[in-house]
């Protein structure tokens, strides 16, 4: 079993940055695909980013895509969310997710690829 705890999050007025952090509670194997996903009020869960083990492939959602930027230390168990020019609109729960035994392993788009879930942290984005 594998724990995820996020941070980061917080209040933040539109345009600012925030970085969000998610440490695994053990080390990462070579076939570790890791995603950000987040929920607002009333929406479903929906993808935000997904980075393969070595760091050199990486997926984002189009809403996010040139603004938000994932990356990873597999050395430090860490991957991290830079967003910026944060927009109200990506006001929500920030959600970081992990599946290990992943072949190809390339990034994941989908909540069912995941099978390691943080329990969230919240950015509110003011206009």
């Known amino acids: 079993q594998v724990q995820l705890v996020e941070s980061g999050g917080g209040l933040v007025q539109a345009g600012g940055s925030l970085r969000l952090s998610c440490v695994a509670s053990?080390?990462?194997?070579?076939?570790?695909?890791a995603g950000w996903f987040r929920q607002a009020p009333g929406k479903e869960r929906e993808f935000v980013a997904s980075?393969?083990?070595?760091?050199?492939?990486?997926s984002y959602a189009d809403s996010v895509k040139g603004r938000f930027t994932i990356t990873r230390d597999n050395s430090k168990d860490t991957v991290w969310l830079q967003m910026d020019s944060l927009k109200p609109e990506d006001t929500a729960v920030y959600y970081c997710?992990?599946?290990?035994?992943?072949?190809?392993?390339?990034?994941?788009?989908?909540?069912?690829?995941?099978?390691?879930w943080g329990q969230g942290t919240q950015v509110t984005v003011s206009s």
């Open positions: 053990r080390h990462t194997p070579r076939t570790n695909v």
């Open positions: 980075i393969n083990w070595r760091g050199d492939r990486t």
């Open positions: 997710a992990e599946d290990h035994d992943v072949y190809p392993v390339v990034p994941k788009t989908s909540i069912d690829d995941y099978r390691y």
